[in-house]
């Protein structure tokens, strides 16, 4: 069914079930590091325990995204989407009452599952349930509302812990996930791919899940037979991705330059953005004593920088190309970490933490929009849709595999308690070595980013601590 418009009650009522879908997953994103010093203190968690609490979700939702958006062409993009909303909101309350770390980061995994399923669906549902005329200003919609859970995202968070537990982090997820599946069985109109056929890559996705999963445990563990063995998958992965027929990840799409290029430097600036909010929460919270609502809202510069200036920076992007703002911003982003180095025990947030807050935004900002458009622009059209799946991917393995590597380039022994003065040099090490690894993306992207044709607009959406919005593939309304 297509024909829905943004005026009518039935569009706005298949708007606010997607709204709140990806609400769901960005509030997640955003407040469960705030918890974490908390859930270390009532579940007795090692610093390691903390690191598989992101990652268990991050590496579930890196392995299937484009999974997610494969059954959903399939099998019902409502059907999918409203799977994967009931299956986040069990497990978020399994999260919520958890008597263990091993039940938490075991109901994490399953919120990545989950969350696989959500993410694709909300977008493809509103490309395929409206009008083409509204389906930009539907999509902007739901962009923006997107963008104020996000900027909220600390404010509750952190009142929530402070006031009450880290438990009502997760059963804020109840609400909605109700509110998603009674608006959509009631209101959203079902859809498929009809040139989606045949069966789903699963060597592919099995594949993709171990060599992450490999490559996870051997940094946080630091056991390298392990990651060797995680490596050995990932080169099976690409051969075997190289032969198949119907590929979850078409190995062709790397032959641009400017798609390699792209998501090279995807996979470093993401993993700064891992680090950075996987550390700072615990170093605001442990060394200098903030509560967890002061350290959320010591993050919504960052925020704010994304809401205001994206789209601006993608306008930038169509009339000098996106090489210069792809260069500039991950530089801005290495300024940024150096300047968050110098936290110590004596820092104060105006003269120590802000001005690194503040930089690190104004450098995202630059780059998230143009980097979009350009992953997307480095193809044609017919594999625009997959594109962005994987470049969405992409961002979250970056993310996963920083966050892993975090102990062995901290100097942390694996499993062991992290006292505050090593916290605090561990921070500084890795911040300095995030720096290089993204100036190395600023010359990647200067090396290897180029206009391939006429400007492709970027999506005008937020991506928040996540990855790159996984965009809409106009002409198939696919969303691998």
Do not use: K
């Not at 880290?166 to 069985?185: D, E, T």
């Not at 060394?287 to 306008?315: D, E, N």
């Not at 017919?382 to 470049?391: R, T």
């Amino acid at each position: 069914m297509t024909g829905l418009r943004f005026a009518e009650a039935s569009g706005r009522w298949v708007l606010l079930a997607t709204v709140l879908g990806s609400a769901m997953a960005m509030l997640d994103g955003t407040v469960v590091n705030l918890a974490l010093p908390r859930i270390a203190d009532d579940l007795d968690a090692s610093f390691q325990d903390l690191q598989w609490i992101v990652n268990g979700y991050t590496l579930a939702l890196a392995a299937l995204i484009l999974v997610g958006g494969g059954l959903g062409d399939r099998f019902g993009r409502r059907r999918v989407f409203l799977l994967g909303a009931v299956a986040f909101t069990v497990a978020s309350v399994l999260c919520a009452a958890s008597v263990g770390i091993t039940m938490l980061i075991g109901a994490r995994v399953l919120q990545g599952v989950a969350a696989a399923m959500l993410m694709p669906g909300s977008l493809a549902i509103i490309e395929a349930s409206f009008v083409p005329q509204e389906r930009g200003r539907a999509i902007g919609a739901w962009s923006g509302f997107g963008g104020v859970a996000t900027a909220i995202g600390p404010f509750l968070g952190g009142w929530l812990v402070d006031a009450a537990s880290w438990r009502f982090i997760f059963l804020l997820n109840v609400p909605l996930g109700v509110a998603v599946v009674v608006v959509g069985l009631r209101h959203v109109p079902e859809s498929r791919d009809p040139t989606a056929t045949g069966r789903i890559d699963a060597p592919g996705a099995a594949l993709g899940a171990l060599a992450l999963a490999g490559l996870t445990l051997g940094l946080t563990q630091e056991s390298w037979p392990l990651a060797v063995i995680g490596g050995a998958l990932l080169v099976t992965f690409v051969v075997v991705e190289r032969r198949t027929q119907r590929p979850l990840v078409p190995m062709s799409l790397f032959s641009s330059r400017t798609f390699s290029g792209t998501n090279a430097v995807t996979l470093l600036l993401y993993g700064a953005l891992g680090v950075v909010f996987f550390l700072l929460g615990l170093v605001l919270q442990g060394p200098l004593g903030y509560s967890p609502l002061q350290a959320g809202a010591a993050t919504v510069p960052i925020t704010l920088a994304m809401l205001l200036l994206s789209s601006r920076a993608g306008a930038l992007a169509d009339r000098i190309g996106p090489r210069l703002p792809m260069t500039v911003g991950p530089v801005l982003v290495a300024i940024a970490m150096l300047l968050l180095a110098r936290i110590d025990a004596s820092s104060t947030y105006v003269t120590d933490v802000l001005p690194g807050v503040v930089v690190f935004g104004l450098g995202l900002a630059l780059t998230v929009a143009p980097l979009t458009a350009t992953a997307l622009g480095a193809v044609d059209d017919d594999h625009a849709g997959v594109a962005s799946g994987v470049n969405n991917a992409v961002a979250r393995t970056g993310q996963l595999l920083a966050v892993a590597a975090i102990p062995a380039i901290a100097g942390f022994a694996p499993g062991a308690a992290v006292p505050a003065d090593d916290l605090l040099a561990g921070f500084a090490t890795v911040m300095r070595f995030a720096a290089a690894t993204t100036l190395v993306a600023a010359a990647v992207a200067f090396a290897t980013v180029r206009r391939t044709g006429p400007p492709t607009e970027a999506p005008p959406w937020h991506c928040a601590a996540g990855g790159p919005p996984v965009a809409i593939d106009a002409a198939t309304t696919s969303r691998h």
